[in-house]
């Protein structure tokens, strides 16, 4: 089996999207050497350009001659050519997106994570929100499965882009392998040390933006005990992230909050152990990464009590209303000071973290291109 997939996020995205793609591929490679992968991108990044090498079973497609002066038309249009002189027997749109002119002899599957752009267009410039749409649509319109990654996800593509439920397959996303390797005393105190943390911290991971609602976040640690201090690990974008910074100086809580917008992605897991808890209290997700990061690096949630974060959390979070501040600073009270509440939810956690092992993922992916094949041999 020739499987294809859309690699651009996993050569170029060093977060989000791309740790997802990455996973995806380097798992599924590893775990089914009896075939072929191939990975088409417009262009690699120089720090991702070695990350799939050693595993024998990959190779990449870039653009060639004048196409490299087009990579986005290229990525559109020109790798279904590709694709096709590849004789590739599925092709998987791993981020929202399948190319134009893929035929009927190569299945097509292409993962949906969220729909941000339908749901929320203000958080976009127009035409960004114009072009993810259409790319959308049309993805969905021409895959033979569509990949959701939670329920809610599924939730929308049958309500807002009406998708036939028959078509839609709920696969769970993990998160990076550097979460599920054993966390050493070693690398925390390091750590510790690098970025100056407090003793007795809650963590707050993610991009710094509106949809993410950190400034709720900092607004509820007026009501949180002054020995409890914030850490906010995420990139500041825009002028929401400006807000922030100015919230955090208008409550004066700079001794308390600190916003750590360059941490280094490995050491992401020793932030996360070194705290009582993580919050996150996002508006709307896909899925919500950072609670199943939070559950891998054995730390107790809160997370919002809406979207797709109570499939992410389970039983093994507390939840409050990500627009309610009084509310989010007594559940974040409880989650650092109450040892009763914060044993339930650690024993909890390994039973909720292991819905989300990539093992389980991977065998659910080569399910899913197994019966594509044999249906198209079937057919034939």
Not at 138 to 151: G, K, Q, T
Not at 290 to 298: H, N, Q
């Amino acid at each position: 089996m020739i499987i294809g997939f859309d690699a651009k996020r996993a050569f170029n995205n060093k977060t989000g999207l791309g740790n997802y793609s990455r996973m995806v591929i380097s798992r599924y490679a590893m775990e089914h050497r009896e075939n072929t992968c191939i990975l088409y991108t417009p262009s690699i990044d120089e720090e991702l350009e070695g990350y799939f090498k050693g595993i024998a079973n990959v190779s990449s497609r870039r653009p060639m001659g004048l196409s490299r002066c087009f990579k986005s038309l290229w990525r559109e249009y020109g790798m279904s050519r590709r694709v096709h002189d590849d004789e590739v027997d599925i092709f998987h749109g791993l981020s929202h997106e399948l190319p134009y002119g893929l035929g009927r002899e190569v299945r097509k599957v292409v993962t949906m994570h969220d729909l941000v752009a339908w749901r929320f267009p203000h958080y976009f410039k127009k035409i960004d929100a114009h072009i993810h749409q259409r790319k959308q649509r049309h993805a969905c319109r021409v895959a033979d499965i569509v990949v959701a990654i939670s329920e809610q996800t599924k939730r929308d593509l049958i309500d807002i882009m009406h998708v036939p439920e028959e078509k839609i397959r709920v696969i769970y996303q993990s998160c990076d392998d550097i979460f599920w390797y054993p966390i050493e005393q070693y690398d925390l105190d390091q750590t510790r040390k690098k970025y100056e943390l407090p003793n007795n911290y809650l963590v707050c991971v993610g991009t710094v933006e509106e949809r993410k609602n950190q400034l709720s976040v900092v607004r509820a640690m007026q009501q949180v005990p002054e020995d409890i201090s914030l850490v906010i690990v995420g990139r500041l974008r825009g002028s929401y992230g400006s807000m922030v910074l100015d919230e955090i100086e208008r409550l004066k809580l700079r001794k308390r909050v600190i916003v750590i917008d360059d941490a280094d992605f490995d050491d992401f897991p020793y932030l996360y152990a070194l705290s009582r808890g993580a919050v996150y209290m996002s508006l709307f997700e896909g899925f919500g990464i950072p609670i199943v990061e939070a559950l891998c690096c054995g730390v107790p949630v809160l997370t919002s009590n809406c979207s797709s974060m109570p499939e992410a959390g389970g039983d093994a979070a507390i939840y409050a209303d990500p627009t309610n501040v009084d509310e989010i600073a007594r559940q974040m009270t409880l989650l650092a000071t109450d040892e009763n509440l914060r044993a339930d939810l650690l024993a909890k956690g390994p039973a909720q973290r292991d819905k989300f092992a990539p093992a389980r993922i991977t065998a659910d992916f080569h399910s899913l291109y197994t019966s594509l094949v044999q249906d198209l041999d079937d057919k034939e």
